[in-house]
């Protein structure tokens, strides 16, 4: 007997959800950003900058999403038991540090001596980091080698046209076989952390002693980022104190350094990226720089790669607002598309806020870095990399959770990317330095070389008169480091009082005027709640968004 069935309720019909954001062009559709690289003396690059973003806007997002699914795995034997210590990584991580290394993440201002370099190689790095960040560590390393080898004009001489090549070749085998190299770091120690002066690594001279020379290294580092690199800079103690040491993963000889990687980490975030605990086993290396002056030779090393923080922390923000902007264009609530209402305004436009506060300040910074041989700039970008590593990289984790609120429950699943944005967060804030490591750097730099005080509020200064609020807000942080005494439990509300100043001189000059008129009303005059989307009354949220959103889809 036959059955008749009721009609099927229409129960798979999607209705009122998100599209997919289209592939498009990442720098087209930033304003600050692409007003940023005019302004700060790299409109040249404008046209790679198209070209990056156009790329990174298409596939790559993939790419990112499949390295993090299918994360680094450690070989440490092969099958006859031999120690190899190598490491495998799915296609997409390949294809994604190719990507960089062609277009010059890691070396545009080493290979390309022309003003504005820098800038324009923050923006790139910031365009490609905005779909995936664990690459960024060896480009950020490799990149941040450079200027820490040429204290040592023969080593440097060797490794920097393999570190600059704009050939990414993943095999391991000597250096001197490759098409390009890479350049890894480990400082980091069990016992120490951030505390490098308390490694216990040591290295004993092979031969005659000093920089440049043959050393024999013994030690385990606790965090080793990126192990399948081809070189390092490394800490360790000779008889003179802490030193800087160059370690290739292959001997002279061609055959394997005694670099051992003992397990990766299991981390939280940045899980395409293998980091590693590393040991040390007799390890040829040879000495960069001064014996006991190894801090000082790295060094260099680190304030290029807390700028790079900075760069990796704008990224994810900015992405974050994209993907918040996306959705409330088209999921309806209430009657209204979410971003017609009127509180969801003032959220989104309190993101925006803070993203092009990021991005700007990280241009302003890499400008600096291009300007370096004036003294002024190289003060300013001593303090002020320390102080927007601080402040830039503290604020990415909020902002995330905030974009991720946006999208309400279709923002906690994988598919979003907003749950992989928010594991990344922390991490700028972590690498090169933690925020008392910040604070105290800030602080340090500062009673050293006080003029390096007077250049940060000649960059605020610049802004002086077109706002009262920020006029009020500096001569109160002016009068306020005055008192240097017992500053160290004040160092935090200072540091941040720092950024923000910088913030809103840079958004008063170079901002759309709604953008820097909310800045200076929520940041810096206090007309403001504790959570995003306090914005006072009589901002204009329509603008802020207008400019902020990217106009696809």
């Known amino acids: 007997m036959a059955i008749t069935l009721p009609p099927a309720h229409r129960t798979h019909e999607v209705l009122n959800h998100v599209p997919p954001l289209p592939d498009f062009d990442l720098f087209a559709h930033d304003k600050a950003l692409a007003d940023g690289l005019e302004r700060e003396g790299a409109g040249w690059a404008r046209e790679r900058a198209h070209e990056l973003g156009r790329i990174v806007g298409g596939e790559p997002v993939q790419w990112g999403m499949q390295a993090n699914t299918y994360p680094p795995v450690l070989r440490t034997h ?13 296609p997409a991580w390949h294809h994604l540090l190719g990507l960089a290394v062609r277009h010059g993440l890691h070396a545009l201002p080493w290979r390309e001596a022309r003003p504005g ?22 480009v950020s390393m490799t990149f941040s080698g450079v200027p820490a080898l040429r204290v040592q004009p023969e080593v440097a001489a060797e490794w920097e046209p393999r570190l600059t090549s704009l050939e990414y070749d993943p095999r391991l085998v000597p250096a001197d076989g490759k098409r390009g190299a890479l350049c890894g770091m ?17 290295a004993v001279a092979l031969g005659p002693s000093g920089p440049g020379h043959e050393y024999a290294i013994t030690g385990h580092k606790w965090f080793c980022s990126a192990p399948m690199s081809d070189c390092f800079l490394v800490l360790a103690h000779t008889e003179r104190g802490l030193s800087c040491f160059l370690l290739p993963r292959f001997l002279p000889d061609g055959t394997r350094n005694r670099f051992h990687v003992q397990r990766l980490k299991d981390k939280l975030g940045n899980r395409s990226n293998a980091s590693s605990e590393v040991e040390f086993d007799g390890a040829w290396a040879r000495m960069v720089g001064e014996e006991g002056r190894g801090v000082p030779t790295i060094i260099e090393m680190v304030n290029h790669t807390r700028l790079d923080c900075v760069m ?21 609530a209430f009657g209204k598309r979410l971003v017609e209402q009127p509180l969801m305004q003032n959220v989104l436009a309190d993101l925006a806020i803070e993203s092009e506060a990021a991005t700007t300040v990280m241009l302003r910074l890499a ?49 979003s990317l907003l749950p992989r944005l928010y594991r990344e967060a922390p991490l700028n804030s972590i690498w090169e330095g933690s925020g008392n490591v910040m604070c105290l750097d800030v602080l340090r730099a500062m009673g050293r070389d006080p003029e ?11 802004a002086a ?11 109160a942080l002016r009068d306020e480091l005055g008192d240097f005494d017992a500053i160290e439990p004040r160092a935090r509300r200072i540091v941040e009082r720092m950024a923000l100043a910088l913030q809103g001189s840079l958004l008063v000059r170079h901002s759309d005027p709604a953008v820097a008129d ?10 403001r709640g504790l959570a995003f989307g306090t914005l006072p009354p009589g901002v204009d949220c329509a603008r802020i968004i207008a400019r902020a959103r990217p106009a696809v889809g």
Request: proline content about 2%; hydrophobic content about 40%.
């Open 518 to 527: 909310a800045f200076c009303a929520s940041r810096l005059g206090g007309d």
């Open 367 to 415: 400008r600096a870095y291009d300007e370096s041989k004036d003294p002024a700039q190289h003060r300013f970008a001593r303090l002020a990399t320390a102080v927007s590593k601080y402040w830039v990289c503290k604020r990415n984790a909020p902002t995330v959770a905030e974009a991720l609120e946006c999208l309400g429950g279709a923002g906690y699943v994988e598919e």
């Open 312 to 332: 990796g922390a704008a990224a994810t923000m900015r992405q974050a607002v994209v993907q918040a902007m996306h959705h409330c264009e088209h999921r309806v």
């Open 78 to 90: 092969d099958r006859s038991g031999h120690r190899i210590d190598e490491v495998e990584y799915h």
């Open 186 to 202: 480990a400082m980091t120690e069990k016992q120490g952390g951030s505390d490098v002066r308390a490694n216990s690594t040591r």
């Open 452 to 462: 390096s005080v007077d250049a940060f509020f000649a960059e605020v200064g610049l």
């Open 465 to 475: 008169g077109a706002d009262r609020r920020l006029d009020g807000f500096a001569n």
């Open 117 to 138: 370099g820098h800038v324009a190689r923050a923006a790139l790095f910031y365009l490609l980091a905005q779909v995936e960040q664990g690459v960024g560590c060896p």
